[in-house]
């Protein structure tokens, strides 16, 4: 049975549990057609209260793809000319998230942080290939 699109998944990284989601969101404009798209990953430490959630977001621009149909798929992000990443693929998350913590991000400060997935981007698809197959 496949896994409900919705549904956060686990993900645990150096012995903390986190729950991470990942969603699309844009605007429309006055033609009806989607701008100012948006890929963001979630990442929330657990137990619930223990730490503030990560929001890793993707922005359209220049130079850059996110999520939005063909030819992508629904969890690509990516330079046009470089690095890229499926956020379906749990090694791509730890591999952000690991580039968020050595950025400074600390899961257990209780307010929300949101850092700009470009610039972790490079970095955490240099782990990824580091990693080598199976690194899931």
């Known amino acids: 049975m496949p896994r409900h ?3 956060p998944r686990r993900l ?7 729950l991470w989601t990942m969603r699309h969101s844009h ?11 948006r890929q963001i990953l979630t990442l929330s430490p657990q137990p619930v209260g223990t ?21 992508f798929g629904s969890g690509d992000v990516g330079f046009t000319r ?7 693929e749990p090694g791509a998350v730890r591999a952000l998230l690991d580039v968020a913590l ?18 972790l981007l490079e ?6 290939r580091d990693a080598g197959p199976g690194g899931d």
């Open 5 to 7: 699109a919705k549904k």
């Open 12 to 18: 645990v990284a150096d012995g903390r549990l986190y």
């Open 27 to 37: 605007r429309r404009d006055a033609d009806g057609r989607c701008v100012d798209c």
């Open 51 to 71: 730490g503030g959630p990560l929001r890793i977001v993707f922005a359209d621009g220049p130079g850059r793809y996110v999520p939005g149909g063909a030819p």
């Open 82 to 88: 470089g690095a890229d990443l499926n956020l379906h």
């Open 102 to 119: 050595a950025r400074g991000w600390r899961p257990e400060e209780r307010t929300a942080a949101e850092m700009d997935g470009w610039s």
């Open 123 to 128: 970095t955490a698809a240099a782990r990824r």
